[in-house]
């Protein structure tokens, strides 16, 4: 009797731990309004579509193996996080491999340029370095990177909407006629109903009962109305129609499978270049804005959501250490993603949970035929998609109330948008170093809070 009540004690903890485990992934996964968080699910693809698109038709990148583990990874990294966490290309490695010709940089160059950010992403967050650099970088140089990488959306939105795109050659190639089925006025119909819809993506507070006349009450059920209407996904899906109405041909070069998995092979020649061109400038921005902005932008968003920047460098890691070796695409956590997502109605895990297995099923059925599609979707459409998700991230600088705040975040904005962000991170904590020497020892010195200090 005594051994088998011991061995219930043992038996006890382990049911309590994964009963908890499941209940966590299960409130991670629970969506808070099933149409809104649809409709969040569409707020990443105005970055993602682009730069898979233009890295599938520039160098031949395997999209059905890519949208299968992209799918997963969205699956696990919201069902761990509960919060509609992003999984973005790598940008630096993917304009590098736009750039380049494939002799130089091609497929067995960008996956080893994963593979060794990934390696290094994962080494410093199983470490604790990532979390200690975290801590110790003063709040307004963050706020300058996601202001900068905001604008920087915004403006490439701007661009989408303008300008007509070859993304195989990442750039424009004349102005977009104003009508036609990816015309100006269609882009800016489609931005003008998301603001109708969306506003300026304040929450708004119910009346109280019997306070007003009905006919305020009947103004607000219609708005209440209106900001249901799930517009990204509407959006979205006017954007696949449009694609084959463009070119009905497409149907036919629809193929049902998956794309058959191989083994990159990676020479020593494809190592070297591969880190030299594509992690050397990739890690920066994916420590600033893939770990350090996301974490706290979801700091800002979801304060009930507890999770260390050294886990999230270590789930990026693991994306690519993993993937990478398959051909499926560099990929990151993003804060322009994560605001996007939030803009449009995601609000739990279950969003990009739901975006994940969407690219998991496409990627199992239709594999690499979707190139097709995509090639044919409206990029004035995107752009719409683009411009808001960049306008959420850069409205996280908003909080910045002091001159010395502001002045950091500005400065460490405006380099980062005439060079890049690791230059902008550089020039912002040399600049908040220089002020907090000027003023130490002053009765009041300038109020230049780090994020320790916010979260204390």
């Known amino acids: 009797m005594e051994s088998q009540s011991q061995s219930g004690q043992h038996q006890t903890p382990k049911r309590s731990r994964f009963t908890g485990m499941f209940h966590k992934l299960k409130t991670n996964l629970v969506f808070r309004s099933k149409l809104a968080e649809i409709n ?30 992209t799918g997963i990874y969205n699956a696990i990294t919201g069902a761990v ?20 010709t494939a002799e130089d940089f091609g497929i067995p160059e960008i996956m080893a340029a994963g593979i060794c950010t990934g390696g290094i992403l994962f080494v410093l967050g199983i470490s604790g370095l990532m979390q200690l650099v975290f801590n110790i970088i003063p709040l307004s140089v963050v706020r300058g990177i996601q202001l900068s990488q905001g604008l920087a959306f915004a403006m490439s939105a701007v661009k989408y909407i303008r300008k007509e795109q070859n993304f195989s050659k990442s750039k424009s190639v004349g102005d977009r006629p104003w009508l036609g089925l990816d015309g100006l006025v269609l882009a800016l119909v489609c931005v003008l109903f998301i603001i109708l819809v969306n506003g300026d993506g304040e929450e708004e507070e119910e009346e109280e009962e019997g306070d007003g006349s009905r006919g305020r009450r009947r103004r607000v059920s219609i708005r209440k109305v209106i900001a249901n209407v799930p517009s990204a996904l509407l959006i979205f899906l006017l954007g696949v129609v449009l694609a084959f109405i463009r070119k009905p041909s497409i ?37 600033l804005n893939s770990v350090v902005a996301v974490c706290k932008l979801s700091y800002d968003l979801f304060p009930e959501k507890e ?22 695409m560099p990929t990151c956590h993003g804060a322009g993603g994560l605001a996007g997502q939030y803009k449009f109605g995601g609000r739990s895990g279950g969003c990009v949970a739901l975006l994940g297995v969407a690219k998991l099923v496409l990627g199992l059925v239709l594999g690499g035929s979707l190139v097709g599609i995509l090639e044919k979707f409206p990029v ?12 959420e991230l850069a409205m996280a600088a908003r ?11 500005l400065i460490c904005t405006a380099v980062s948008l005439g060079s890049n962000a690791a230059i902008g991170f550089v ?17 009041k010195p300038i109020s230049l809070p780090s994020q320790s200090d916010e979260h204390a």
Do not use: E
């Open 81 to 100: 996080y509960g919060v509609p966490m992003p999984v973005q290309p790598m940008k630096s490695i993917a304009a590098v491999a736009i750039s380049s």
């Open 427 to 443: 020039a912002g904590i040399l600049l908040y170093v220089v002020l907090w020497m000027r003023n130490y020892g002053r009765a």
């Open 251 to 287: 149907v036919h070069g629809i193929k049902f499978g998956p794309s058959k998995m191989k083994i990159v092979r990676i020479s020593k020649k494809a190592w070297k270049n591969g880190f030299l061109k594509g992690t050397v400038p990739q890690l920066p921005l994916s420590v």
């Open 40 to 69: 969040g699910a569409m707020g990443d693809l105005g970055t993602y579509i682009p730069i898979v698109l233009a890295l599938t038709l520039a160098k031949d990148l395997d999209l059905g193996t890519t949208l299968i583990f």
């Open 380 to 391: 004035g459409v995107l752009g719409a998609l683009l411009l808001f998700a960049g306008i």
């Open 399 to 409: 909080d910045m109330n002091t001159k010395g705040d502001a002045f950091v975040m």
């Open 307 to 328: 999770f260390s920047a050294a886990s999230v460098s270590m789930t990026v890691g693991l994306m690519n250490i993993v993937g990478c070796w398959f051909g499926a």
